[in-house]
């Protein structure tokens, strides 16, 4: 099956400071969804963007299709942004369940 | 977006019981949702994918006579945990999107502890 890399698995950074995850994906997919895990476990929807850039305040976001990554950029962190990020995708042509990446530990210092 | 709903959000329960946690699409129809079950520290796995009106499809070791899988209606989904032990002990959560829509979304998820 698909294999979804995250990295770093862990990242540390000081409050108001810049940060970019990746993800990389071994084939072509359909559906590509970053995610926020808060603390009670829930899921937050952040971006769904199988290509291109989309933007949502402190929070961007890139997939390159064509070369099978996507990018998840955070300005400006607070700490509430603290918690795990995951991406995940749907494989092409398959149904749409989604394969999630490990995630990246997200941990911001006030 | 979709809101998803999970009930209940925690369970604890004796060795040996069975347990039963409902999924439900507020604000619109699913005729698929999708179980997945996350670990301490882990990733989340997909378990089945519930199909309204026929049975589900489970993923390779999942048990389907362990984790019973309803989709009776086109708002609810069910997952039953049978003859539950300590090691089914875990954070189940369920997500649908609405039909024609590629974007998933997920319900507040269901902690399971087994004694």
């Not at chain 1, 998840?72 to 962190?77: A, E, G, N, P, T």
């Amino acid at each position: 099956g698909i294999q979804v890399e995250q990295s770093p698995p862990d990242l540390i950074l000081q409050e108001g400071a810049n940060s970019t995850l990746r993800c990389n994906f071994s084939d072509s997919v359909n559906n590509l969804q970053w995610f926020h895990q808060n603390p009670w476990g829930q899921l937050i929807n952040l971006f769904y963007i199988p290509s291109g850039t989309k933007q949502n305040g402190r929070l961007s976001a890139t997939t390159v299709a064509t070369e099978r990554y996507s990018l998840l950029y955070i300005s400006s962190s607070q700490t509430t942004d603290s918690g795990v990020y995951f991406c995940a995708v749907v494989p092409f042509p398959s149904a749409r369940q989604l394969t999630f990446g490990s995630g990246t530990q997200l941990t911001v210092l006030p | 977006g979709a809101v998803v709903s999970q009930h209940p959000s925690r369970v604890i329960c004796k060795s040996g019981t069975s347990v039963k946690i409902e999924c439900r699409s507020l604000d619109f129809q699913a005729t698929t949702m999708f179980w997945y079950r996350q670990f301490p520290k882990q990733s989340l796995m997909l378990m089945a994918t519930s199909n309204e009106g026929s049975k589900a499809t489970y993923e390779q070791g999942v048990e389907k006579d362990k984790f019973l899988i309803n989709h009776a209606s086109l708002t609810l989904s069910t997952l039953t945990v049978t003859s539950a032990h300590p090691e089914d002990s875990s954070f189940y959560i369920c997500s649908a999107s609405r039909q024609g829509g590629g974007e998933l979304f997920f319900g507040e998820g269901s902690r399971l502890t087994v004694l």
